[in-house]
């Protein structure tokens, strides 16, 4: 369990290999928001060999002055990034997933709602 990721402030770890195990959990479920800011938008333009104002339109949703990547619901009422393979339960965007997915598990929410990002998450492991 060397390979465990912490954070101060956290009760919990986690462990990068337990994706190998998972269908894309954190990238399915409930409607939410999906955030990225400028320079994550360029990268991601950059990554997808369009330009931004195109990756706007294509991909993003426009709420208020901010942009949040669209979603598609499933047949199972929840929803997926658009940019989560759902053949190959992977991220297609993976070296340029904005920082929100780079940050999960280690969000603020999760700190009062722990219980959640356990059955969310099979490679959260208790400190």
């Known amino acids: 369990m060397s390979n465990l990721i912490k954070k ?4 919990f770890a986690f462990e990068p290999s337990g994706c190998d195990s998972c269908k894309g959990n954190c990238c399915i479920g409930e409607s939410g928001y999906i955030w990225v800011n400028a320079v994550e938008i360029q990268a991601l333009a950059l990554h997808l ?9 294509r991909y993003l949703n426009k709420i208020a002055y901010k942009y949040s990547i669209k979603e ?9 990034c658009c940019f989560f393979d759902l053949d190959k339960k992977q ?7 904005p920082s929100q997915c780079r ?4 969000w ?7 219980e ?9 492991r208790s400190l």
């Open 8 to 11: 101060e402030g956290f009760n």
């Open 91 to 97: 991220c297609s965007i993976y070296n340029v997933r």
């Open 116 to 124: 959640e990002v356990y059955k969310e998450c099979p490679a959260i």
């Open 72 to 80: 598609i619901q499933l047949a199972s009422q929840n929803y997926a």
């Open 49 to 57: 060999k369009i330009t931004a104002e195109d990756l706007k339109k």
């Open 108 to 114: 603020d929410y999760f700190k009062e709602n722990e």
């Open 103 to 106: 940050t999960f598990p280690f």
